[in-house]
């Protein structure tokens, strides 16, 4: 299970801090998991499934929702 942390996922979705906790607040974004007093981090699998299922899809970049292929390029 990789954990990513706040900057990755704005970065990931391009939404913003205040955005992302309101879906998570509507039952629409994946929560946090909390790893301390001050420290969140998010499931990479559950933000790349929350992607990849919901109209959040249209601000992914695709790299992250195909898999790399290999270049052929030797």
Not at 27 to 43: D, E, K, N, T, Y
Request: proline letters at 8%.
């Amino acid at each position: 299970m990789k954990l990513i942390k706040l900057k990755d996922v704005t970065e990931m979705t391009t939404l913003s801090k205040a955005t992302i906790y309101r879906l998570i607040k509507q039952g629409a974004f994946p929560p946090q998991i909390s790893l301390g007093p001050r420290a969140v981090a998010w499931r990479l699998s559950d933000v790349l499934a929350c992607i990849a299922t919901s109209s959040l899809s249209r601000f992914a970049p695709m790299q992250y929702l195909e898999p790399r292929l290999p270049s052929l390029n030797h």
